[in-house]
């Protein structure tokens, strides 16, 4: 071989070098920016889920523990509300629509009205399935749990103090509550704003993984 022959081998052999050079650091940039997105975008710690015994459409005793192990999704609704229940509903739907492995939760505020046979209406009527847990109980333990434990409001309104065309005889919020396998809260979400609904499909990759 000449060194005619030998010196374009030869050039060629730092090309090779600088080639690799840059695919590892390449590789090594994004698994770091892959890190720090993670680190960014898992959504803190809000709060702890108390402890709870309720009654499922079906007529089971669900316990917090029940839960355990999984991320889920939670609301505070009742079944004759006219105003912001049906939008939470249907954003639920759109949550489970996105990520058909999550289980959805929604508590009564009107359990008094809210049997179990009147939920389980409710799900026929809303095309809610067996992923859907539908809870009722004692009106002063749900009310609690919503208050104390979720930090959402949740109280009986006055007849005299009810507005024409309102929601009816409860007041509640109209925010979703993402829940990790912990039973600790991530975030809250308003029903109203899409973007919420988006922010709400994010952390709950964040949380419950791809």
């Known amino acids: 071989m000449t060194d005619a022959q030998a010196a374009p081998r030869r050039s060629r052999l730092p ?42 459409r079906s007529g089971r005793t669900i316990t917090r523990e029940d839960l355990a192990g999984r991320a889920w999704v939670a609301g505070f609704i009742f079944t004759r509300c006219g105003g912001v229940c049906p939008r939470m509903t249907s954003r639920m739907k759109q949550v489970r629509a996105a990520r058909p492995g999550v289980t959805l939760v929604s508590f009564s505020v009107d359990p008094g009205h809210d049997t179990p046979e009147v939920l389980r209406q409710y799900a026929a009527q809303n ?44 007041l509640h919020s109209s925010r979703l509550v993402l829940v990790d396998a912990q039973s600790r809260i991530r975030g809250y979400y308003d029903s109203a704003e899409d973007e919420a609904l988006a922010a ?3 952390d709950l990759q964040a949380v419950a993984g791809p």
Request: charged share 20%; no cysteine.
């Open 15 to 56: 090309l090779v070098l600088f080639a690799g050079i840059a695919v590892a650091g390449l590789a090594a940039a994004g698994a770091a920016l892959h890190l720090r997105r993670a680190a960014v975008e898992a959504p803190p710690v809000l709060g702890a889920v108390p402890a709870f015994t309720l009654t499922e």
């Open 127 to 170: 095309g809610i399935g067996e992923h859907w847990l539908l809870l009722t109980g004692e009106e002063k333990h749900l009310h609690a749990l919503a208050r104390d434990g979720f930090h959402l409001a949740a109280a009986a309104v006055p007849e005299a103090e009810r507005d024409a065309g309102g929601d009816g005889p409860f």
């Open 200 to 202: 709400l499909r994010r």
